[in-house]
């Protein structure tokens, strides 16, 4: 186990676990307002592509938030405890941006897998919660660069922002007004 200590092998594979959650997480956003009805795709197989590739990269995502805390438990130098990834706010190592990661992660898995239960929440009040996915979207990304050892590294920040500036910019469009057509004079 020494030699596992050494390399920091779990610190690694968790790291790994979480920035490949955090860029999926961008591509899924992006999937996922692309196929709302908001958009003008122009063709319903657009959006059910969109829909099916933001579900995929949602089940992904899950999954690896997943194991981004569980490889931690076997972290020779973090020790968290079980306490430590699952409880908000408890865990020693940058307290306040764990916290806030951890929230997150169980705010997206909850939103994310509540798709699968939109038939007994019903369709209407499952997208109204269904919206809050981008708060814990935004505090995965906060947690990232608060609590990340990476975070100040031009090879996290550039995929990072490749993969969440689409997402925030479909997001402002979404909250942009268009302007109403004129009026179609009627022929008399």
Do not use: C, Q
């Not at 050494?6 to 920035?19: E, K, M, N, V, Y």
């Not at 490949?20 to 591509?27: E, M, R, Y």
Request: zero cysteines; a positive charge; aromatic letters at 10%.
């Amino acid at each position: 186990m020494t030699v596992l200590a050494d390399i920091h092998l779990f610190w690694d594979l968790s790291r790994a676990a979480g920035i490949a959650a955090v860029i999926l997480s961008g591509l899924s956003v992006t999937a996922g307002l692309m196929s709302g009805r908001w958009t003008k795709l122009g063709r319903v197989g657009r959006r059910l592509e969109s829909k099916t590739v933001h579900e995929a990269l949602s089940l992904a995502v899950i999954a690896l938030i997943g194991l981004h805390g569980t490889l931690l438990l076997a972290d020779p130098w973090l020790r968290p405890g079980l306490g430590g990834i699952a409880i908000p706010f408890t865990l020693g190592y940058r307290t306040f941006w764990t916290g806030l990661g951890i929230i997150a992660g169980y705010g997206l898995a909850l939103l994310g897998l509540s798709y699968y239960l939109r038939r007994w929440i019903g369709p209407a009040r499952w997208r109204v919660a269904h919206r809050f996915v981008v708060v814990f979207w935004l505090l995965g990304l906060i947690h990232t660069f608060g609590a990340g050892s990476d975070a100040t590294e031009p090879w996290l920040w550039i995929p990072v922002a490749a993969t969440s500036l689409p997402a925030l910019v479909l997001l402002v469009l979404r909250h942009v007004p268009t302007p109403n057509p004129p009026p179609t004079p009627r022929a008399e």
